[in-house]
């Protein structure tokens, strides 16, 4: 029996030892750069070390440090339910990717699938257990990679000292581990079965912030072919890239903050001290534990100029495109505190020239209807950035784009008056059985139309990873973007969103185009006027 056969394959760094499992290989917390701590940290990722003898690969590496939630933090409804949490440590050392393989040899050149977690890059890791990739791995030919990056404070830290000593840029430390760790996929995949050729990357939420940076920078030519991007579009998204100068200024204001004089003293400093300083700091400034801090930017380097000018100029890389989001996205209103009325005087305040309209497009009969099309109102104004991004491809005619709105429910009480919330597809993507009742960590006895749509999605993200055209035999046809607005309703019954149901979509367009109007998002959703 070969050594591949066994689970044991030699990468550039050295042999790993794996483990098999429903006849995937698996191999867990492989070093694609060296640890970020000391000199190293708050540096871009440096090629890992090579080591001798076997090295075991059987066991999750730490995640990044963030605020971590004990179980006994978590809500009440949480409780009993361990998966939540990372499965490990949590450890400034934390540049480590998982795989998992079908392949029968590494001569198989399977399709190469890269997942950049959520959690806004200030938490999660990739070892949570919606996505372990043995579901997607095993059920198609393709190879699953997980990965870690450095997230939040010790991800984005800027400073002008830093800018210095970097020759004109600081920050985004965490874009340069994901752009990392598709460099050593690339280099080493084929070992695995994977074709080296044939990488798509893969992120969710704040992953998929990370992931349309990705497809922005010039730094990823020639590195991978594809990107998926869901629920986190930049562009007219809720996370956006700011000038530099914000990150450094920040650097200097927390730096007074805990009576540091220079980056040589903070970097000796221990990591969670540092970043319980950094709580504190946050808190200081009226933010709690998981909000917004230190975060990407435009560093002049990966990304050299704002998103939205790179990518209107077309100088966005030559990637095919998967990209969408689910159609109740966020809770914007409390259920219990809401009715028809407050409902329909939200229309009438928040979208006067549309009134009619919104009550025709967004009907309510009581108040978990009305609640429920709040959230669907702020998630179809969060689909048009999808769709800009399609049409902007289409423009450019190097690559094809295809944009996906999610409206498949659980098949309960609660799965229908709650809908399609955030993470909805990734239990389908991953092949999690009896997961996702509202979350994706939460259990959900899954019935005969969850299996089917587990099939229809892995057939569809498998297809587009292994040729870059979602569309296959017995699937329902997937158009490539190209009019407005050509956008798959993903649900029981997959199909095109029809011309009729595409009027409130032109009317949020207009409004997103228009320079006399921003878009609130959080809460119940509105444009208001700039001068606002």
């Known amino acids: 029996m070969s050594n591949f056969e066994n689970a044991k394959v030699q990468v550039k760094q050295g042999w790993l030892q794996g483990y098999i499992e429903e006849n995937v290989k698996i191999f867990k917390g492989i070093p694609y750069a060296a640890p970020p701590i000391g000199d190293r940290r708050f540096k871009h990722p440096e090629d890992p070390g090579k080591w001798r003898g076997v090295r075991k ?10 605020h971590v939630m004990e179980q006994e933090d978590l809500p009440a409804n949480v409780h009993g339910v361990p998966q939540f949490l990372a499965p490990s440590q949590y450890e400034e050392d934390c540049l480590y990717l998982n795989v998992w393989t079908p392949a029968k040899t590494p001569e198989d050149k399977l399709p190469v699938f890269i997942w950049i ?14 996505c372990d990739g043995i579901g997607f791995a095993k059920r198609k030919d393709i190879v699953v990679v997980t990965i870690n990056y450095r997230l939040g404070f010790f991800g984005f830290f800027a400073h002008p000292e830093l800018t210095a000593e970097a020759g004109g840029t600081s920050g985004n430390y965490a874009l340069y ?3 990392k760790a598709c460099m050593w996929v690339k280099e080493n995949i084929a070992k695995f079965g994977g074709d080296p050729d044939r990488i798509t990357v893969a992120g969710q939420s704040g992953g998929a912030a990370g992931t349309g940076a990705l497809h922005a920078s010039p730094l990823m030519k020639g590195i991978i072919s594809r ?3 869901e629920s986190g579009p930049i562009y007219w998204g809720f996370m956006q890239p700011g000038p530099r100068k914000n990150m450094e200024d920040l650097g200097v204001e927390y730096m007074n903050f805990i009576g540091c004089k220079s980056i040589d003293e903070i970097r000796r400093k221990d990591a969670w001290e540092l970043f319980d300083s950094y709580e504190a700091f946050q808190k200081s400034k009226g933010i709690g534990p998981m909000g917004f801090g230190f975060s990407f930017c435009v560093d002049g380097e990966f990304i050299p100029k704002p998103y939205s000018e790179i990518m209107d100029n077309h100088e966005f890389n030559d990637f095919d495109v998967l990209m969408g989001s689910c159609a109740q996205e966020f809770p914007a209103v409390k259920v219990d505190e809401y009715s028809v009325e407050k409902y329909d005087e939200y229309l009438k305040d928040a979208f006067a020239d549309s009134y009619e309209d919104m009550k025709r497009w967004y009907p309510a009969s009581n108040a978990i209807e009305a609640a429920k099309q709040v959230s669907t109102i702020a998630s ?3 689909l048009l950035g999808s769709a800009k991004l399609g049409e902007l491809t289409h423009a450019k005619g190097v690559n094809k784009a295809f944009i996906w709105l999610m409206s498949k429910e659980n098949e309960t009480e609660r799965g229908h008056n709650d809908g399609s919330p955030h993470c909805a597809e990734m239990p389908y993507v991953f092949g999690r059985v009896d997961h996702g009742e509202r979350n ?3 259990p959900y006895h899954w019935v005969g139309a969850d299996y089917d749509f587990m099939e229809l999605i892995q057939n569809y993200w498998y297809n587009f990873a292994a040729t870059g055209d979602p569309n296959g035999p017995g699937l329902p046809e997937w158009k490539a973007y190209a009019d407005k607005f050509d956008i798959i309703n993903l649900n029981n019954h997959s199909a095109m969103i029809p011309a009729e ?3 409130k979509y032109y009317y949020y367009y207009d409004k997103l185009l228009s320079n006399n109007y921003v878009v609130r998002l959080f809460g119940a959703p509105r444009f208001s006027p700039k001068d606002e």
């Open 57 to 66: 690969a059987t066991q999750y590496s730490a995640a990044a440090i963030q």
């Open 117 to 130: 977690h959520g959690g806004g890059m200030v938490a999660g890791s990739g070892c949570e257990v919606v």
């Open 177 to 179: 581990d994901m752009r």
């Open 227 to 229: 990107v998926s991007i």
């Open 380 to 382: 179809d104004i969060m």
């Open 440 to 442: 994706p960590f939460f």
């Open 501 to 503: 149901e595409q009027e």
